[in-house]
């Protein structure tokens, strides 16, 4: 299910039809009473018997400062691909870049799905997905002028059968495993900030404080060719992933997004209130959230 852009103040919340709860936005049923399912689905590890099962919930809201929203997020049908994307390129162009990015994304995995045991065919699809939609990006980019030079950012993951979640990221859109309260950045921004961090030219607070800190060094649809950066990630019971925008990460530091996880224990909840603590600090962008909670039962072999 994709997550849809408007100028309205109403955030979408994704529905989600397997593997966790279902939220609905308002205006699917906007005179039948909201009420959430769970259903059960998930998967054995084997080796331990543990049955890992997770829910998911997504946000996206235009902030306090922006009259439109250029974010976009997509969920599988099958609660199996989670992709967030953050537009850039005027308000429409933004918009476009990251609303095809989902849609090409979500549309591959329908057409090609992978052998979800299979790592290696993970992460070639990975990488052959954010390539279909840089290339339909740049493509619809050149054929519209109003659009030309538009982009986006990307992060994507794929839930594999086993205990791991394989993550691929262009730009500064960001994913977090949150484990006992604590957010442990997963992906590397693709930003010129980061890349004068690396060199030793400035600290931690000066990235923050940076007037270039919005500024990418990649992203989705500016080249025919797009380098694909995977992070992939063993899970436990009690773990949480976190694929977010930078409008989010521009206003909460990774403290306060653990303690805020660690107080919460689904993921609607953690979506209203990561979005909420941004609007009260600013939210001077577009802020998106999508937030996947892991639990199971592990009971041994002789059980």
């Known amino acids: 299910m994709l997550g849809r852009t408007d100028n309205s103040q109403t955030p979408d919340v994704v529905p989600i039809r397997s593997n966790g709860l279902l939220c609905l936005p308002r205006e699917f049923f906007p005179l039948i009473p909201f009420k959430p399912y769970i259903i059960p689905q998930g998967f054995i590890n ?49 918009a476009t870049a990251s609303r095809l990015t989902v849609e090409a994304i979500g549309k591959f995995w329908e057409q090609a799905p992978v052998d979800l045991s299979d790592d290696e065919a993970i992460h070639e699809w990975l990488v052959e997905a954010v390539n279909i939609a ?35 990221h262009v730009g500064d859109s960001r994913a977090y495993l949150v484990r006992d309260g604590v957010a ?17 030219q400035i600290n931690e607070q000066q990235m923050k404080d940076s007037p270039f800190k919005s500024y990418i060094t990649r992203c989705v649809g500016h080249r025919n060719k797009l380098e694909v950066d995977q ?37 609607t909840s953690a979506c209203n209130e990561l979005v909420r603590l941004t609007l009260e600090g600013g939210a001077p962008d577009n802020v998106t959230v999508l937030a996947i909670r892991y639990h199971g039962e592990t009971s041994s072999a002789d059980s």
């Not at 619809?140 to 086993?162: F, I, K, L, N």
């Not at 992906?187 to 980061?194: E, F, G, I, N, P």
């Open 46 to 94: 084997k080796h331990n018997w543990t049955m890992l099962k997770w829910t998911v919930a997504a946000l996206t809201d235009r902030g306090a400062k922006r009259t439109d929203n250029q974010d976009n997020f997509l969920v599988s049908d099958d609660n199996r691909v989670f992709v967030v994307a953050d537009g850039m390129g005027g308000a429409l162009g933004g």
């Open 134 to 168: 840089n290339a339909n990006v740049f493509s619809y980019s050149t054929e519209h002028p109003a659009v030309r030079g538009m982009g986006t950012t990307v992060v994507v993951a794929v839930q594999a059968d086993g205990r791991t979640i394989h993550i691929a």
């Open 184 to 200: 442990t950045l997963l992906t590397q921004d693709h930003s010129l900030v980061m890349e004068l961090f690396k060199n030793g």
């Open 231 to 267: 992070t992939p990630r063993e899970l436990q019971p009690g773990d949480w992933i976190i694929l977010c925008t930078d409008g989010l990460t521009a206003v909460l530091h990774d403290e306060q997004i653990g303690r805020v996880i660690e107080a919460i224990n689904e993921p």
